[in-house]
T-cell receptor, first 115, second 112 residues
């Protein structure tokens, strides 16, 4: 696609439920990143994919968070047993990766609200 | 790991004036420094970036300067316009296979 697409754009869920957030990167971009942005805060790194593998998942806050990427394209971030502190905007970005431009292209994010 | 700091958290300028936003970083191995602009309800958008082998880069009204010795880099916006009002993030990384570490962002307001 022309840009990074994220769905849903908004998600309200009850505490304790599981949620899945989807990211569809720019076609051909091998690198994919998930970040979290809490209200008034900067961007907190969660996980990085190169192809289908995740060489850096150091930012995942707990074992309730997991992510996968299939076919070197779409990625899904899953949060199990959601807590109120998980409320944030979850941003996905993609880039060409090694040997090409380093610049990220971000999606518009998924605003997650846990009630 | 890398730590990127951005000060102040807000900046207000008169339309037509220049704005300068500064960031510092901690990891001397960092070699890529992008700036992102985020408008309300949107994801951050890359506006300019610089690599460690150059000291300055310009693109129309915006420029970025890098001082590797002092480990700081700055975004310069000239002839500011109301549409420049947004949150600006600086970031740093050590290369293509490493994550970007972002500063906390600065809210720039351009007064008409």
């Amino acid at each position: 696609g022309a840009g990074v697409s994220q769905s849903p754009s908004n998600k309200v869920t009850e505490k304790g439920k599981d949620v899945e957030l989807r990211c569809d990167p720019i076609s051909g971009h091998t690198a994919l990143y998930w970040y979290r942005q809490s209200l008034g805060q900067g961007l907190e790194f969660l996980i990085y994919f190169q192809g289908n593998s995740a060489p850096d998942k150091s930012g995942l806050p707990s074992d309730r968070f997991s992510a996968e990427r299939t076919g070197g394209s779409v990625s899904t971030l899953t949060i199990q047993r959601t807590q109120q502190e998980d409320s944030a905007v979850y941003l996905c970005a993609s880039s060409w990766g090694q040997g090409r431009s380093y610049g990220y292209t971000f999606g518009s994010g998924t605003r997650l609200t846990v009630v | 790991g890398e730590n990127v700091e951005q000060h102040p958290s807000t900046l207000s300028v008169q339309e037509g004036d220049s704005a300068v936003i500064k960031c510092t970083y901690s990891d001397s191995a960092s070699n890529y420094f992008p700036w992102y602009k985020q408008e309300l309800g949107k994801g951050p958008q890359l506006i300019i970036d610089i690599r460690s082998n150059v000291g300055e880069k310009k693109d129309q009204r915006i420029a970025v300067t890098l001082n590797k010795t002092a480990k700081h880099f700055s975004l310069h916006i000239t002839e500011t316009q109301p549409e420049d009002s947004a949150v600006y993030f600086c970031a740093a990384s050590t290369g293509a296979n490493s994550k970007l570490t972002f500063g906390k962002g600065i809210t720039l307001s351009v007064r008409p």
